[in-house]
């Protein structure tokens, strides 16, 4: 909760007089703006914060200490009413009347990715930097500022991503990436909201289709029971595959940042890196022959599984690793899938999506399949089953011929004879 409070400085100016400030806390920091005014100790009253009357002008005096007062309220309540985490330097500005920053949007963009990799959030960072040089590469020029990134700035730009064989997924995937910095830059008081693009161009037009992608249990059992024996250099993609697929979906993330220390007994107990959701998953039998495979050979890691070769690298290392090796995984993965005869296209979160639709399919209900991935919203689990073949509701209308059906006559709603 922020508060503010006017009183006189510590320290006196070469004159011996005080300087009138005030001093505005927020988050547990404080940040000290003067006022203008300077006076002798003997003229303050500390208790009503006000000058005496020994004060010269004190009446008009003390009613612009009343409006500065009145004015550093206002400003905090309409941060609160805005749901802002406002920093000091905004209040002041805002105090001020001063104009926002004249950042550039590539000075704040190198900013916020800076601010992502110190705290750790490299994979955001990246994703961010990915988006930078696209529009820069569009724009050309530098200094391009906020108020430039137009609707129609924006529609040029989507113009220029398709001439550049960018798909839809890619478009809609940079437009996202372009509008969360720019809600960044309004939080920060760099642009104002009235300038926001995005209230006339919306992203949600570019919303791609969903493409269920998860396998049948038939198909599953084929990659289980695909003879690693015969092709070794696959055999790590087999077993991550079923090690996700039998521990509720688990992310290929979550899987390469896997601890033995969050193995115990027949429990597994990790932190889902995506929603900071706690998981506590039983080990069912394919699951713990591949902890098993894993636990009897040498490793100088921690971790379960040899994706990360050391116990120390950075969250940057991190990512660039995930990288490589989990376009590898999926590269192995359609391997896999064409010589089982899998026709679909295999990757990562294909072993989430069958989870979560075989579940679905032997009759376990939405809201349960829901909780067990850790989802906080059935509709994003809805997201993740796949269609039921239609065969499978051919199947279905055919019940209705198998019920004993009774009609009515119309006119006296009796049963006909």
């Known amino acids: 909760m922020a508060s503010i409070k006017i009183l006189l400085r510590d320290k006196s100016t070469n004159e011996g007089l005080y300087?009138?400030?005030?001093?505005?806390?927020?988050?547990?920091?404080?940040?000290?703006?003067?006022?203008?005014?300077?006076?002798?100790?003997?003229?303050?009253?500390?208790?009503?914060?006000?000058?005496?009357?020994?004060?010269?002008n004190h009446t008009q005096s003390n009613l612009l200490l009343a409006k500065?007062?009145?004015?550093?309220?206002?400003?905090?309540?309409?941060?609160?009413?805005?749901?802002?985490?406002?920093?000091?330097?905004?209040?002041?500005?805002?105090?001020?009347?001063?104009?926002?920053?004249?950042?550039?949007?590539?000075?704040?963009?190198?900013?916020?990715?800076?601010?992502?990799?110190?705290s750790g959030k490299a994979g955001n960072a990246k994703a961010l930097s990915e988006t930078k040089k696209s529009v820069f590469n569009f724009h050309k020029k530098n200094n391009l500022m906020f108020k430039e990134i137009t609707p129609t700035f924006l529609e040029k730009y989507e113009v220029y991503l398709r001439e550049n064989n960018n798909s839809d997924g890619g478009v809609a995937f940079k437009m996202r990436e372009?509008?969360?910095?720019?809600?960044?830059?309004?939080?920060?008081?760099?642009?104002?909201e009235k300038y926001y693009p995005f209230k006339v161009y919306k992203v949600s037009k570019l919303k791609v289709g969903n493409i269920k992608k998860a396998l049948t249990r038939e198909e599953v059992r084929l990659i289980e029971n695909f003879d690693e024996t015969k092709y070794p250099n696959l055999a790590e993609a087999k077993r991550i595959f079923l090690f996700s697929y039998y521990c509720r979906g688990m992310n290929y993330f979550d899987i390469m940042m896997l601890k033995w220390s969050s193995v115990s007994g027949d429990r597994i107990t990790y932190i889902r890196s995506k929603t900071k959701g706690k998981f506590n998953i039983n080990i069912l039998k394919p699951v713990k022959e591949i902890l098993d495979f894993y636990r009897n050979r040498p490793s100088t890691t921690d971790y379960v599984f040899p994706i990360l070769l050391s116990n120390n690298l950075t969250a940057t290392q991190i990512q660039n690793r995930k990288h490589k090796k989990l376009k590898k995984f999926n590269s192995d993965l359609k391997k896999i899938a064409e010589i089982v005869g899998v026709d679909k296209p295999l990757s990562s979160y294909v072993a989430r999506h069958s989870y979560a639709t075989n579940l679905k399919q032997i009759g376990v209900s939405t809201d349960i399949v829901s909780q067990s991935m850790g989802h906080k919203n059935v509709a994003?689990?809805?997201?993740?089953?796949?269609?039921?073949?239609?065969?499978?509701i051919d199947k279905e209308n055919e019940k209705l011929l198998q019920e004993s059906l009774v009609s009515y006559n119309q006119n006296n709603l009796q049963p006909a004879v």
């Open 19 to 56: 300087p009138v400030i005030l001093r505005i806390t927020n988050n547990r920091k404080s940040k000290i703006i003067s006022l203008g005014f300077k006076c002798n100790i003997s003229d303050w009253d500390e208790i009503n914060i006000q000058f005496k009357k020994t004060f010269p």
């Open 178 to 192: 372009l509008r969360s910095l720019y809600n960044r830059a309004i939080k920060k008081n760099v642009i104002d």
């Open 380 to 392: 994003i689990t809805t997201a993740y089953l796949k269609d039921f073949e239609d065969d499978v």
């Open 68 to 118: 500065m007062r009145e004015k550093a309220l206002k400003i905090i309540n309409d941060f609160e009413l805005e749901e802002i985490d406002f920093s000091l330097d905004q209040f002041e500005e805002k105090f001020r009347g001063i104009e926002p920053n004249k950042i550039t949007v590539l000075e704040f963009w190198n900013e916020v990715i800076s601010d992502l990799n110190k």
